[in-house]
């Protein structure tokens, strides 16, 4: 059975970094690409940043410059390195499939940014 586990998440102040890992049983990461998203109170569920299994990125326009995306196909594990947080990126965030499958969601990790 696949599984997705996010970890990484915290409490930073505006201006501060964060790493998620996303790590995955199975063979999923050979055969696809990933995504990083997130959801805030009240908003819908939105697509952050995605990498495909040639390593080729994409950012969504709110994040590009910020957030940097990678994968280690060895380790079954996905990353998001996230520097220059705001308080705007507050959310719980989810790693999956690109595009995302309804049965791999996870617990995600809570991103909070503050002062």
């Known amino acids: 059975q696949v599984q ?7 409490l930073v102040q505006p201006g501060g970094s964060l790493r998620l890992s996303c790590a995955a049983s199975g063979s999923i990461f050979s055969t696809n690409a990933m995504g990083w998203y997130r959801q805030a109170p009240g908003k819908e569920r939105e697509s952050v940043a ?13 994040v590009t410059g910020r957030f940097t995306i990678s994968r280690d196909n060895a380790k079954n594990t996905v990353y998001l ?9 507050t959310a719980v965030y989810y790693c999956n499939t ?3 499958s309804d ?9 909070t940014v503050s002062s």
């Not at 995605?50 to 709110?62: H, K, L, Q, R």
């Open 81 to 89: 390195q996230m520097n220059s947080l705001k308080p705007e990126d």
């Open 4 to 10: 997705l586990v996010e970890s990484g998440g915290g």
């Open 50 to 62: 995605g990498i495909n299994t040639g390593g080729s990125t994409y950012y969504a326009d709110s």
């Open 98 to 100: 690109l595009p995302w």
């Open 103 to 111: 049965y791999l969601w996870g617990q995600g990790t809570q991103v």
